[in-house]
Structure formats: C-alpha cells, structure tokens
C-alpha cells in the first residue's frame, strides 16, 4: 500500500513537491494544480490527500500503513471527499441509419452547485479523527458559476484543519476571485526523454509514439496504450492517407469505427483528425510532425501538395464543431461534414 501512495509522485513532480511541503505546517487551506492535461496532477493532489490525512507520515510521504492510509486506499476515509464529475442520464444516438442506437452514459461536462452544497456539512461539522480534513475538486474548471461562487464562500472563512486541492487543465476559466483565494502550483509537460523512459518502465511498447500521439503528456500517452488508441487513430487515419478524399466513404469509415468501438467516441475522432491537420500544417511549413511521428512520410506526402490556406481554415473550422462533437442532432450528418471538410483541405495545390 505504501508504495502504492508514494507512486503517485511522479519524477517530474518531485520538485514542486518538496517545494510544497517544504513548511507543510503552514500550507494554504487552497490549492490550485495547474498545468496540462495528462501530466499527473490527480495523482499528486491524490498523494497531497494521503499525506495530510496519515497520521504518521514518513520525510514528507503518506507511511500506506496506518489506519488513515488503509481508509484512504480503500475509499472510506471519513474526512476525504472528492468532488468531480458525474454521470449524465443516458441517451441514444443516431447513426447512419437514422434509427437510434443502444442507449449509453456519458460523463457529465459541470461540477454542479448541489454537488459543493453537500459538502457543507462535512466541513463544518468536525473531523472523524480530530485531524485534517481534505477536499479535491477535479476537474475544478467543470465547476458551473453556481458552484464555482459556493466553494468561494467556504474559502473566504475556511474552517481549521480543512484543505482544498483543485485540479485543472484550464484554471485560466475559473473565476478570477476564486484564483485568487488558491495558491497556484503550477506544472508543465515534462522532458520527451524522462517521460519516454517512465512510460518503457510502465511496460508501453512503441514509448515514443504513444507519448508524440498524446501530445508530450505521459499518463495520457499510458491511457491510450491501455485502450488500444493507437490502434484507433491508425483506423481512423488510414483512408486518408489516399488522395482525393472520398467524403462519403470516409464518413461511412468512420461511422463503422465508431459502432465497432465503445470506447472511440466523436470527440475522440475530431481530435484525432485535428492532429493530422496540425501536422500537415507543420509540414508544409517544413517543420517536424508533433503527433503522428510514426507517420511522417505519409504526412510529408500530402503536406507537400496541400494549400496552407485551406489547411489552416479547415483546422480553424475544426475548433469550432468541436463543441457540437458531445451530442449532435445527427451523427451522419455530422460526420459527412466533417470529411467534406477534410477532402477539400487536402486537395492537391494546382498552382
């Protein structure tokens, strides 16, 4: 138990670590992580949670040993709440068919007001075992206004002995008033290097394509291998490696994906493309793909032909359907016009 506490520290958090407990007997009662997603920052503010709450911590760490630890490690902590978010009613989903799909959950997109309203009586009450009491929100920037505004009221007079971890990937949308109530502990993507080598320790084939698919972030880049993603990006790229583009083919491809996969979802699959494009658009600015490293002469190939201008439109025009990517009217439709899009993107330059 113990070594599974102190494996939450990752090595490249090893130093805003000791900075933080450095003077742990006077750290805030708010904390803000903040950095990318992908990096760690649950699993610190997980240890942070173990650490304050053991009672016998060993140079700065959780012990994973006494009774507090167990609790924690097993999920019945007395004076541990996490706030995060849930999941939504399920819906059905149209496909190409038009008829709608086995019902499924989704996660929720806010951290509602209700769910920091239920704290209140964990925090004013008083502590199980006349210690510490800890709260993480994660991800905090899901907090809607209500909920944001509640949390700021308990943190204008915070009770003794209570510490909130908030977590996020985008605490620039937090409410300026409650940034300013935290202390903000910032963290970065870490060296290709160092998280290439931590993901070959986790036993990730192919390190270094994983973490370039993931964008530099290593638990992102575990995740996906886990699941199989690359595998999936490799199914959702392969027809487009092909010129001219086929917009209903492609569509149809893609709407095959998604049936044969649970796990591959269109927010997904527009990130995955988003990637390509990004790429293309590097190349054909001759600089190096970010992402699909392990693609780079197929990319080359249709970069070297491509309009910058269409390409950087299209990208553009991605980050706005985006949005509509969670729950649209129709997934066909949706998906039609997203190759459409593609396919005049990359249309060969006839200058």
């Known amino acids: 138990m113990s070594n599974l506490i102190k494996s939450n520290i990752l090595p ?51 012990c994973g040993r006494c009774e507090a630890c167990h609790w924690l490690a097993t999920g019945n902590h007395p004076d541990f709440r996490k706030v995060t978010l849930e999941v939504d009613e399920p819906e059905g989903e149209e496909g190409a ?70 977590v996020s990937s985008k605490w620039r949308n937090l409410l300026p008033t409650l940034r300013s109530r935290c202390r903000k502990v910032l963290f970065g993507t870490p060296a290709a290097a160092e998280a290439a080598a931590w993901l070959k320790q986790a036993g990730v084939a192919d390190a270094e394509s994983e973490l370039a698919l993931a ?50 979802t269109l927010e997904i699959l527009v990130d995955t493309v988003q990637k390509w494009l990004y790429d293309l658009i590097r190349v054909n600015a001759a600089a190096s793909p970010r992402y699909l490293s392990s693609k780079a002469s197929q990319v080359a190939r249709i970069a070297g032909n491509a309009d910058p201008i269409r390409l950087q439109r299209c990208h553009a025009s991605l980050l706005k359907i985006r949005a509509t990517a969670r729950h649209p009217l129709n997934t066909m439709l949706f998906l039609e016009d997203l190759a459409a899009r593609c396919a005049v993107a990359v249309t060969p330059n006839r200058n």
């Open 12 to 62: 490249w958090h090893v130093t805003q670590w000791d900075s933080l407990l450095a003077n742990s007997a006077n750290l805030p009662h708010a904390l803000l992580l903040a950095g990318p997603g992908g990096i760690g920052k649950s699993g610190f503010a997980q240890a942070l949670a173990a650490r304050l709450l053991c009672e016998s911590p060993e140079d700065n760490r959780a």
């Open 97 to 166: 068919t038009g008829k709608t799909s086995a019902k499924k959950t989704a996660p929720a997109t806010q951290i509602k007001v209700d769910q920091i309203r239920a704290l209140e009586d964990f925090i004013f009450i008083g502590s199980h075992r006349n210690g510490n009491r800890v709260v993480i929100v994660d991800p905090a920037d899901a907090m809607n206004t209500a909920a944001a505004n509640s949390i700021l009221k308990i943190l204008e007079e915070p009770p003794a002995s209570v510490y909130f971890i908030m």
């Open 215 to 264: 964008g530099g972030a290593p638990l992102k880049a575990k995740l996906r291998s886990e699941r199989g993603a690359k595998d999936s990006t490799t199914q959702i790229l392969a027809p487009m490696d092909k010129l001219p583009l086929d917009p209903l083919a492609l569509a149809a491809h893609w709407d095959a994906q998604l049936r044969a996969n649970s796990d591959l």
